[in-house]
């Protein structure tokens, strides 16, 4: 299944992609079918006989791989299409070579979510890294991309460390290192704590938990639209099942307190995510950082989950689960989707900075209202998706008074201020995204030559579009899908017996309860009656004025509100977040000219003086490196001398 | 005490002249002399090498003291007469080490290799065990020849005369190596010599001398 789409093998001919990539969006979608329909079967294990001898490699195909493999099938469908009429000659990278790695990338994302031993996890792993860095780098003519990539690499390969060495402490002493070993393997709590925060690390590297987040806001804007979407919308992810594969399935038995850390860490990542969102004025850097923000919300709930589970409240862990669960699938269909738009609008006027767009609704219909059902979806408004998995997380967040455990029951119900808090900003990120992007005016000239999305983007575009209403609007159905990945990891699962179909009450139907379809049509209708009531009761004929003007004699786009001045207040409530520099022109210049800098206070408390002091490690190695062959003679002779004095 | 045939303690001296020879090479500064101190020792070894044939009677022996005799006594030095008179380099300047110090050094160094070589020694069978410790010597000390030299030409003469020391290595360890390795290691020799040749002209081409202390500008400023 995951082979054929590896098996795959472009040739460097531009043509090819429009045969491949859909061909690779098919097997997608194939996959996503059968990842679905499998739900409930039982687990099923094979070994393969690849790679080095006498080492094979174990795949195992359970429900959480399933649930992660048809997100990676519907998500990377869509993509897939768009990119079939994405990728042009002539752009970094060729074509076929593209295609090559693109598709490599999907398998090995593949691979991550069925290997059952260490061994085949890594290398699916580093292949992952390796094959998205090279996408990211796909038009390494640019320095800046080069040196996104480089971070990105660097993150990668650290989280990839503490990964290795969190599956060297799950051994436990067996050496064998085979995922059933793993489980079958008990730990002592402090190596059991060890092997957790080093997944933590490892993982949340990849993911972009809050101090490691950096690489996110640099990769994404390097790389090519659909592998932002795909990094964005699924390879994320894949760090989210490492984190549940590792806490849940490995280890097993969670304590209640570490759920604390992910907890922590994801409420202050949606904020920070959220509050940086608003202040970009690059269209994918602030999707970048959104995707921070929504990481952030996917391990709060996982550390939700944790405590719930750690203290025996089964039933809501797995309610907590289920949130993370659908909040996956959410955000890799709205991410992707948005992502894709902005490379539609990418495409079609070559610009990223949002100071030099706007009014593209009319140009691009197309993209601008798909873009806006992925808006309107990430900003969790109902009836679409997002709302779903936000309002399951809150309603955890409102069960937590119950943990039976002192201050952490009193404080754990502000984190759903929080969360409330980020989405909330969320919605204000998408207003200011789609506004600027979309709507309003030109602002430059050259944007009336901007073109709509082409046949195949428009397939992608409208697959994942309607990916997102249709999440939105069968909850329960998913819902369902869901829990039988949790009652494989925690035992329980939400009891949805005995409900109506359409109607979604996580816990009691007395309590709370969400019903998409009949809020659906109670807008339908709301809409539709205040159509009929201006147009048939007030009658009216509608009267065509020029704006008014404020006095000033003309209108033009720079009047305009700009991406700086939108996020304005957000830096201005927010500023102790971040490290600005600012150049303020003085009144009486006759060409003002603004300048604000606005970057990330952790680059200069923890990322530089790590460099540095890696920079100065180095150097002082440096001495070594004479330049001299008698001294490097003499390195020989004496590991030769020290060699036969140790080993005879 | 045990009686020593003839014949084994003509092979001991060869050794101990092999040994000589080593420390005349660590002390010697002029290059055409440490040529002829090559030759002389490539000479020994032949000897040690049909002594040795000749007492245990194994023929690939004599195959590999043709070998010794053709490559090592007359190819190369000549080769290397030939370098030095066209690349003009009758001197080394001088050596890194003062030679009393180089001398001291190369006199721990036998006694470790003495230590070292002993409990191998021990567990080879082969009449020659003793001059193991000889031959492990020899190569430490081409070593240090290397180390303490400027010119690029005294470097290639440390290195052959290393090459030597593992051949009585395995000489004397295991009445030689297999045929093949050592056409093998013949003819590695031969074309390094060759390699390193052109790389001479080359580095006096590039530096107008063949001192190596030119070839620290190579290195890459931080």
Known sequence: ?648 | MQHTPFDLQLLNACAAILLLLSFAMLAQRRIVALVNLLALQGAMLFIATMLLAWRTGQNHLYVSAALTLGLKVIALPWLLHVLIKRLNVQWDSEPLLNVPGTMLIGLVTVVFSFGLAQPIAELASTATRNSLGIAVAVILLAFITMITRRKAMSQVVGFLSMENGLFFGAMSATYGMPMIVEFGVALDVLVAMLVLGVFFFQIREQFDSLDLHNLESLKEDQ
């Open chain 1, 1 to 648: 299944m995951v082979g054929a789409v590896g098996l795959l093998r472009p040739h460097s001919v531009a043509l090819v992609r429009r045969v491949l990539f859909p061909l690779g969006a098919l097997i997608g979608v194939a996959l996503a079918i059968v990842a679905a329909l499998s739900l409930t079967e039982p687990v099923e294990q094979a070994t393969l006989h690849i790679g080095l001898p006498d080492l094979p490699m174990h795949v195992r195909l359970d429900n959480l791989s399933r649930v992660f493999l048809a997100l990676l099938g519907s998500a990377s469908a869509g993509v897939s299409l768009f990119a079939a009429g994405y990728f042009r000659k002539g752009e970094g990278t060729a074509p076929g070579v593209l295609g090559l790695q693109y598709h490599l990338f999907l398998a090995s994302m593949g691979f991550v979510l069925v290997a059952d031993d260490a061994y085949a996890f890594m290398v699916a792993w580093e292949t992952m890294a390796l094959t998205s860095y090279f996408l990211v780098t796909a038009q390494h003519g640019i320095p800046e991309i080069r040196s996104a990539g480089f971070l990105y690499l660097l993150m990668a390969h650290v989280g990839a460390i503490a990964i290795l060495l969190s599956f060297g402490i799950l051994q436990g002493g067996t050496w064998l290192f085979s995922f059933d070993a793993m489980r079958a393997s008990t730990l002592s709590t402090p190596w059991a704590t060890a092997a957790f925060l080093l997944a933590l690390f490892g993982f949340g590297a990849k993911a972009g938990l809050l101090p490691l987040h950096v690489w996110l806001p640099e990769a994404h804007p390097a790389a090519p639209s659909p592998v932002s979407a795909l990094m964005s919308g699924v390879m994320l992810k894949t760090a989210i099942y490492g984190v549940l594969r590792v806490t849940f399935d490995l280890i097993g038995d969670p304590l209640w307190w570490w759920g604390l850390i992910p907890l922590g860490l994801g409420l202050a990542t949606a904020i920070f995510g959220v509050v940086f969102a608003a202040v970009q004025t690059d269209m994918k850097r602030l999707l970048a950082y959104s995707s921070v923000e929504n990481i952030g919300v996917l391990f709060t709930g996982i550390g939700l989950a944790i405590v719930f589970h750690g203290v025996g409240m089964t039933e809501l862990a797995a309610l907590a689960l289920i949130a993370v669960l659908y909040h996956s699938l959410n955000h890799a269909f709205m991410k992707s989707l948005l992502f894709l738009g902005t490379g539609a609008v990418l495409h079609a006027t070559g610009e990223r900075n949002l100071g030099r767009l706007g009014g593209l609704i009319h140009r691009m219909p197309w993209a601008a209202w798909l873009t806006l059902v992925g808006v309107l979806a990430i900003a969790g408004l109902p009836p679409l998706n997002g709302f779903v998995s936000e309002w399951l997380l809150l309603q955890t967040f409102l069960f937590s008074h119950e943990v039976p455990q002192p201050f952490v029951n009193m404080l754990l119900p502000l984190g759903a201020a929080i969360v409330a808090l980020a989405a909330a900003l969320a919605g204000y990120v998408m207003v200011k995204f789609f506004g600027i992007v979309f709507l309003g005016q030109p602002r430059e000239s050259s944007l009336a030559a901007a073109h709509d999305v082409g046949g195949f983007e428009k397939a992608g575009l409208v697959w994942l579009a309607i990916g997102c209403v249709l999440l939105g609007l069968l909850p329960r159905q998913v819902i369902h899908s869901l829990a039988a990945a949790t009652e494989q990891l925690t035992g329980a699962a939400p009891n949805l017996a005995g409900q109506s179909w359409w109607l979604l009450a996580p816990l009691t139907e007395r309590d709370v309860s969400y019903a998409p379809l009949v809020l659906l049509a109670v807008i339908v209708a709301v809409v539709v009656a205040t159509f009929l009531i201006v147009r048939v009761v007030y009658r009216r004929p509608v009267r065509l004025a020029a704006p008014w003007d404020c006095g000033c004699g003309r209108l033009d786009p720079r009047m305009q509100d700009t991406a700086e001045g939108f996020g304005q207040p957000i830096r201005h409530i927010f500023v102790s977040f971040f490290a600005m520099e600012r150049d303020l022109p003085s009144p009486h210049d006759l060409a003002p000219r603004y300048r604000v800098k606005v970057s990330d206070r952790l680059w200069q408390g923890a990322y530089l003086p790590i460099a540095d002091l890696l920079q100065r490690a180095a150097n002082s190695v440096a001495w070594l490196q004479q330049g001299r062959i008698s001294v490097y003679l003499t390195y020989s002779f004496i590991t030769l001398v020290v060699l036969l004095a140790v080993m005879l």
